[in-house]
């Protein structure tokens, strides 16, 4: 099964600008793939489910597949490519742990793991209140729906 207009829906979502207002910087690579890594977190607890159990490995699969391709477009020869790939897979399972609990967590609580992760910028406030609308809005839809492109996110 092909994801790509999900996963192009994620990269969407991570290239919105008015994410980087508060970075103390200009954006990379990192930043950007933070972001989507943190997009991507949120979607797969959203939808963790046993009956979706095949299609989410398959989405992550695919995700992850494209993340490399990215990587070797920035011109990453093969063995920093594997050792980039186990990095953000290990701060993507990071991130799926720290926000198991999204939804019981108080405000300082969630400043503090997207600091731990996004520590460039300035107004987390803002992240957090932007994942949080994020979190909402994929809990009043179904998986099928963000497949299909019936709705954005």
Do not use: C
Not at 47 to 74: A, C, H
């Amino acid at each position: 099964m092909n994801y790509i207009h999900f996963y192009n829906k994620l990269i969407k979502l991570t290239t919105n600008k008015t994410l980087y207002k508060s970075l103390d910087k200009q954006d990379s690579f990192n930043d950007r793939l933070l972001l989507f890594l943190f997009h991507f977190a949120f979607f797969l607890k959203v939808f963790k489910s046993e009956e979706n159990e095949k299609k989410l490995q398959e989405i992550y699969d695919f995700n992850f597949r494209q993340l490399e391709l990215s990587i070797r477009e920035i011109g990453y020869g093969d063995q920093s490519i594997n050792k980039k790939m186990k990095d953000y897979i290990n701060v993507f399972h990071a991130i799926v742990s720290d926000i198991h609990f999204w939804d019981n967590l108080d405000d300082v609580k969630k400043r503090e793991i997207i600091s731990k992760f996004l520590e460039n910028f300035k107004n987390i406030e803002e992240l957090v209140d932007y994942f949080n609308n994020y979190y909402l809005n994929l809990s009043k839809n179904t998986l099928n729906s963000y497949l299909k492109s019936v709705i954005n996110p």
